[in-house]
């Protein structure tokens, strides 16, 4: 999955091979790149706002909270600087074991990353939630903007929910940015301050690159991001999918996928009253992944039940849930 390269001007005496064959440019004079760590908690917007800023969806969005499971980094390359953000899973309190793999892994992001960018909610006031964030960043050396989202959504005493962030803010010595991920709405103000915070350095990844994640993995995600959006109660949380078969041909690609589930009764509901829930979740997975790779697919479904799969750590790996290093 790539999109047209944004960098002009590419000098081909200065092409070295780097990434798995493929050919990356060396950087200009003064050219900046970082990687920058997209925290907060959940259901802020960070994902929408990292495929906001890249330009193209590469990570999935639904209003069910800890939509984000894995590391998933969205790479944003202009003609001054190449940023590499990574979306982390909502930091919350962990109730199983995937809970705290996921935990875990947006805890190491804080300390791997070259920037943070920490996401607050901003048609709500500063609560408990965000100051434990908060407390997590104070002790990495990491410098931390804090992005307030949301503000096309800000009730109409958004003064004193931006003061409350300001205060946090004012607190730790961070510099603070408002925006929506939604609307696009201030996201240049953001990314030049990014920038700022940044320091010269090489293209880590082929200009034209958007993810470092195969499309295996997107391909799941989006069915996963469907079964979020038409379920809900206890089964979007317990849901996991197996990209079991991909075969390109000419003309079509050919997809093959197993849901993976915890119960019977969660095997009933996606699949639905005559297989009703599970054609509709399919077909609008499969819209979504004809964007991806431009062609044609054909999508089969398939739902097993693993009991209690997020509380195993076996299960976890066999499905790619691993605290990452």
Known sequence: MQVESQVSNIDNNNIFTDFGGVMIPQAPAGFKSGFIGIIGRTNVGKSTLMNELIGQK?????????????????????????????????IHKPHHQLGEVLVKNAKIAIDSVDVILFVVDGTVACGPGDRYVAELLIHSQTPVILGINKIDEQPEDFHRIDESYIQLANTYNWQ?????????????QLQEILINHLEPGPFYYPPDLVTDQPERFIMGELIREQILLSTRQEVPHSVAIAIDLVEETPKITRILATIHVERDS???ILIGKGGAMLKAVGSAAREQIQKLIAGKVYLELFVKVQPKWRHSRVRLAELGYRVEE
């Open 176 to 188: 603070s940015v408002k925006f929506s991920a939604k609307t696009g709405a201030e996201l240049s």
């Open 58 to 90: 590469i990570s999935i969005t639904s209003p069910v909270s800890q939509t984000t499971r894995n590391r998933l980094k969205g790479i944003l390359t202009t003609e001054t600087a190449q940023l590499i953000f990574v979306d982390t899973p909502g």
């Open 266 to 268: 969660q095997k009933g």
